[in-house]
């Protein structure tokens, strides 16, 4: 039992991308916010959709208050982070 618990996290920590280590934490909300808004396997292979649909999360985040100051490289990061993982999320 504890062989194939074990075989089972391993399995789930390699198919899952690697947020924490590759996204600050308001890349992280633009990410998140995107994923709950959108399709985002369909969105990753089409820029203009993917650019829409981070620039509509980042400016939903920011008039809610949920992310302030100026987050264009965030917003940046978090759509390569879409694209470079497109299909995987």
Do not use: F
Not at 5 to 34: D, F, G, Q
Not at 71 to 78: H, L, M
């Amino acid at each position: 039992m504890r062989a194939i618990l074990s075989t089972t996290l391993i399995a789930l920590t390699l198919a899952t991308p690697a947020i924490a280590a590759t996204l600050s934490p308001t890349a992280e909300k633009i990410l998140a916010a995107v994923r709950s808004q959108n399709d985002v396997n369909a969105i990753c292979k089409d820029r203009g959709a993917l650019k829409s649909a981070v620039q509509s999360a980042t400016r939903s985040l920011m008039n809610s208050g949920a992310i302030q100051g100026m987050p264009r490289s965030d917003a940046q990061a978090a759509g390569k982070y879409i694209a470079d993982n497109c299909g995987q999320l």
